[in-house]
């Protein structure tokens, strides 16, 4: 069997930054500071640094959220320095209903020898459970509007420094203009209270990593095509191919122009080898989408494997003529039919 292409789709890359907190072994050792005096300074300067450029990210999303946010119905799972991406995954996905708890998901994110947690892990894991795993655009309006829409979001913040990290995974809950904080399902706390500005700084030394956790078939509020697809190739990737077909099937309806969401839902059906059943996908997309070869190509595959050679060729030549940048792949399909054929 063939793998059918994905057209304009990117390989899935890694979510969120380089440096976490599981490349180290532990808790690093800060370097010597110099005298007090001296010292003082240097603190100094990496906090103003780290406040550097929050003050408008601040304003503007105070003047946007006048009311209060706050989710509810959202577990909590107590860890220990270590079980923080554990316990915030176990968190998120309770909300969405999965019995599962952090020994649940310890053996599939937690690393020993790096004593945490990656992020690709973490949304490779929720992925694994039928998820749609997204990660948010790095801003605190994009996070403040999950809250809004009554999700809660995933965060890595560094509660230490830049040059000392101390890399953590908290859940955020809640969001009080009043009082200038957000509330976080974070360690043995369950109501984390702490100020905006103090959680922007920790969390800005991740580059605002954030993540939803949907169930498929829903979008986040503020979502981008690109990456929208890129997490339900993670779904598919994961072996959930009905969970990718409906978040597919969502993608259609938010962008009805997009050739990748009608290719990516008759995909999931090839990959369960339903061959009818993708062919007829194909071709709907065909006739959507005319002058797209993927489209073409991937139809001649799922024909092909009924046993319509015919009609498969046919499909795979069109592909040719319209030409791209897989057109070296559409003729070794081409050679793979003409061995079908017991002409090679």
């Not at 995933?154 to 953590?168: M, T």
């Given at each position: ?92 996905l309770g909300w969405d209903g999965a019995d599962l708890t952090p020994d649940d998901l310890a053996p599939h994110i937690y690393a020993p020898d790096r004593h945490g947690s990656l ?226």
């Amino acid at each position: 069997m063939s793998i059918p292409l994905r057209g304009r789709h990117r390989t899935a890359r890694a979510d969120g930054v380089a440096g976490i907190r599981p490349q180290h072994s532990g808790p690093a050792s800060p370097a010597p500071l110099p005298r007090a005096a001296a010292g003082a300074v240097l603190v100094l300067a990496v906090w103003l640094a780290g406040c550097a450029g929050i003050g408008p990210e601040l304003r503007e999303a105070q003047e946007r959220w006048e009311q209060p946010l706050a989710v509810g119905d959202v577990p909590f799972h107590p860890d220990d320095a270590y079980y923080c991406g554990p316990a915030a995954l176990a968190t998120v996905l309770g909300w969405d209903g999965a019995d599962l708890t952090p020994d649940d998901l310890a053996p599939h994110i937690y690393a020993p020898d790096r004593h945490g947690s990656l992020q690709t892990e973490v949304a490779a894991a929720a992925r694994m459970h039928g998820r749609l795993a997204y990660t948010l655009d790095p801003s605190l309006d994009s996070l403040l509007a999950e809250l809004a829409a009554g999700r809660p979001v995933l965060v890595l913040q560094n509660l230490g420094l830049s040059w000392a990290p101390s890399w953590h995974y908290a859940v955020v809950v809640g969001y009080s203009p009043a009082e200038g904080d957000v509330t976080l399902r974070s360690g043995d706390r369950r109501e984390h209270r702490t100020r905006l500005s103090v959680f922007m700084r920790t969390w800005r030394r991740s580059d605002q990593w954030a993540l939803v956790v949907l169930p498929p078939g829903e979008l986040p509020v503020a979502v981008d095509a690109g990456r929208y697809s890129r997490a339900v190739v993670g779904l598919e990737r994961a072996g959930r191919q009905t969970a990718a077909r409906e978040a597919w099937r969502a993608g259609q309806q938010r962008w009805p122009d997009d050739a990748t969401q009608v290719l990516g839902e008759a995909n999931t059906y090839y990959r369960e080898e339903r061959w009818a059943e993708a062919a007829e996908a194909y071709r709907r997309g065909v006739t959507r989408f005319p002058e797209h070869p993927v489209m073409h190509h991937n139809l001649g595959l799922a024909l092909l494997e009924t046993g319509d050679t015919a009609q498969a060729r046919a499909a795979i030549e069109t592909a040719v003529e319209l030409g791209g940048p897989f057109v070296p792949q559409f003729h070794a399909t081409l050679q793979r039919l003409d061995c079908t054929n017991n002409r090679c």
